[in-house]
């Protein structure tokens, strides 16, 4: 086994593999872009090395310094996590000239499925069932159209070289054939730096299931059992689960051979994953392979009671595989939700900023467990994919993994990011999910119910964030007490009375407080008192009878309040206040956060209709498009293509039609 390696990755990933790492007793040494100079990963390694500045380009993508510094430091191996170098074969080849372990296949496997062109081809060869489609050298645009005629709409645009989603366009009619192509060769040459494109019949309602296999040097090979992926927005695993919802133990083994066979035909060696696309009539099909540990790995792990990492080292070190077919466990299910740093309701943009909290949930043995790159006040950055962790749950059956999913997301505790917490809660709980009735189509689907519209807040929320509002106003109990400084409505004779206001998105919204004393209150007509000493924000009040537990944190002037309701975000209401400034979307369209110009979609001066695609920016790793938010004319650009730009820079100048 070796006693160093180096963890070419950070965030999460690199955090996972460090903690195996440990276990075992192998050193780890971590490297780190400025962006990530005090990131988890560093505090935890036991040494780390600067790689570059904050872009990946001008860091974790760096082969040649990882290399040295590997060298340097004497790491004996390199873990690649997954992303950045993890499926380059040019660094792995790097890597076994200069005498390091590549924790990953050889470099023939990973040139042989980095492409999904070539691999679609060698499995094609192999006899591995394969989607209707297109994945030719020929990538002139009239024959990529003409090619998507004779498929048939709807079909897939998918980058050759990509993966997590990324360069795929999903195109139902022939007109938009021509734009989805172009946006998804750029977003491809962007994450992948090959434009290269494939094409496919697009599946009505298909689930995503992929296949877990490991391989060693001596040619044997198993798989772990499968996980369903079928909840995707974009074509962006959201929460992955294993065993697949209504898998028989026949198509498991079925699916299972095909799998392995996909990784003998490419001679592969250590952990991949085979990803099929399931039709409705049960048929499944070969969509890609991932040379690489993926982000949903912990699934497996929490039903077949294996480290994942661990087998990685193992069969890089040279040692055989642990178990053979037969021995491999399924015990209960788990599922994983991704939580990331976006704002669901404003069509899920990726949020910057501090984790000023940051609370994860309680774990129980095995049946809870959090990854995670961060902590309570580390920094959420632009520069790359905006995952703040991934929350995995395993219970004796999927109802009892459900319940437990949602009680450890109504557990969590996201405060300085917007987070897509509650939108998880919704999808684990929707009927369908349920059901198990999940394919990739459902959260477009049904995004009226994953994303309903703001209503009004709980009145549980009100309440607490009214008392703490109150028992903020205390003095400090360090100081010696001034009947000055008491906040607690005193009077000479009678009740006191007030009115505590909060804004709640638009609407202003008011608590009727009446007390005579401290802690003597009354809310709303109801009597209120602490059923214990608040602590940490942490309160728990008897309203009328009715015990109220909430968390109340603050950020600036806002109050985020957790209750079994979920998370509130009140302001309280000045009406003296000076009004903030405001910006006329009729005159101009400002960046939503820091990133690229990447494409300018109309000439200036043209005049156009309301949600006309204008400009194209690339931010935390995705394309986001701005549209005109009424019909008038585009004036100017005010930024070229390839600009830098800050969150609130005005971008175009847009006058609105009288």
């Not at 992303?83 to 792995?92: C, D, H, T």
């Not at 499925?113 to 006899?127: D, E, F, L, N, P």
Request: charged share 20%; proline share 7%; glycine share 10%.
């Amino acid at each position: 086994m070796f006693e160093k390696i180096l963890i070419a990755n950070r965030g999460e990933i690199a955090c996972r593999i460090i903690a195996t790492c440990r276990r075992l007793g192998i050193t780890t040494v971590a490297v780190y872009s400025d962006a990530d100079a005090r990131a988890r990963h560093v505090r935890l390694a036991d040494e780390a090395w600067r790689l570059g500045p904050a872009p990946a380009v001008d860091s974790y993508l760096k082969g040649e310094a990882i290399l040295e510094i590997a060298t340097r430091s004497g790491a004996q191996a390199i873990h690649p996590g997954y992303g950045f170098l993890s499926e380059n074969a040019a660094f792995a080849a790097a890597c076994q000239a200069a005498g390091i372990v590549f924790i990953g296949p050889p470099v023939g496997a990973i040139q042989a499925m980095g492409s999904k062109s070539q691999a679609k081809a060698i499995m094609q060869r192999a006899g591995v069932p394969l989607v209707p489609g297109y994945h030719g050298a020929d990538q002139d645009p009239a024959q990529l159209q003409a090619q998507a005629e004779a498929i048939g709409y709807p079909l897939l645009i998918k980058a050759s070289a990509g993966g997590g989603g990324k360069g795929m366009r999903v195109v139902t009619q022939a007109a938009d054939f021509a734009a989805a192509l172009a946006s998804c060769k750029r977003e491809s040459a962007a994450s992948f730096g090959d434009d290269t494109v494939l094409l496919e019949h697009y599946l009505q309602q298909p689930r995503h299931i992929e296949v877990q296999v490991f391989a060693d040097a001596g040619g044997q090979v198993i798989h772990l059992n499968e996980r369903d992926c079928s909840s995707q927005r974009r074509h962006q695993k959201v929460v992955e689960e294993a065993p697949a919802p209504g898998m028989t133990a026949a198509r498991r083994a079925q699916m299972g051979q095909v799998a392995c066979d996909a990784a003998r035909a490419v001679g592969y060696v250590g952990a991949g994953t085979v990803e099929f696309i399931v039709g409705q009539d049960g048929a499944f099909y070969f969509m890609e392979m991932n040379t690489r540990l993926q982000v949903e790995h912990p699934v497996t792990e929490l039903v077949t009671g294996l480290d994942l990492v661990e087998w990685q080292l193992r069969i890089a070190a040279g040692q055989p595989l642990p178990l053979t077919q037969d021995a491999v466990a399924l015990d209960g299910h788990a599922i994983e939700a991704r939580l990331y740093a976006e704002d669901p309701a404003a069509g899920f943009l990726p949020s910057i900023g501090t984790l000023s909290v940051f609370v994860a949930p309680r774990k129980q043995d095995h049946q809870v467990r959090l990854d995670t790159g961060v902590e309570q006040g580390d920094q959420i950055s632009p520069y790359y994919d905006p995952m703040i962790a991934k929350l995995i749950v395993h219970g004796p059956s999927r109802p009892q993994a459900i319940a437990r999913m949602q009680r450890a997301l109504a557990e969590l505790r996201i405060v300085g990011v917007a987070s897509n917490v509650e939108f998880l809660q919704r999808l684990v709980g929707h009927p369908a999910f349920v059901a198990g009735q999940v394919d990739t189509g459902l959260i477009e689907r049904e995004s009226a119910a994953l994303l309903p519209a703001a209503g009004a807040p709980p009145q549980d929320a009100l309440h607490a964030a009214a008392i703490w509002t109150v028992l903020a106003e205390a003095p400090d109990a360090t100081q010696p007490p001034s009947p000055w400084d008491l906040g607690d409505g005193w009077r000479l004779n009678g009740t006191a009375r007030r009115t505590l206001s909060f804004v709640h998105a638009a609407d202003t919204l008011e608590v009727a407080l009446e007390y005579q004393g401290a802690q003597a209150w009354k809310l709303d007509g109801q009597p209120v008192r602490l059923v214990q000493p608040p602590q940490a924000g942490r309160l728990q009040l008897d309203i009328g009878g009715h015990v109220v537990v909430a968390e109340v944190f603050a950020e600036g002037e806002d109050l985020h309040v957790f209750t079994t309701q979920g998370h509130t975000r009140l302001k309280p209401h000045r009406p003296l206040a000076p009004p903030e400034d405001a910006h006329d979307s009729q005159a101009g369209l400002l960046a939503p956060m820091p990133g690229r110009i990447i494409a300018l979609l109309v000439q200036p001066g043209a005049t156009v209709e309301q949600g006309t695609p204008l400009l194209v920016m690339e931010a935390m790793k995705m394309e986001y498009t701005l549209s005109a938010p009424s019909k008038g004319t585009v004036q100017a650009f005010l930024h070229d293509e390839g600009a830098q730009v800050q969150a609130g820079m005005e971008l175009i100048d847009f006058q609105a039609a009288p």
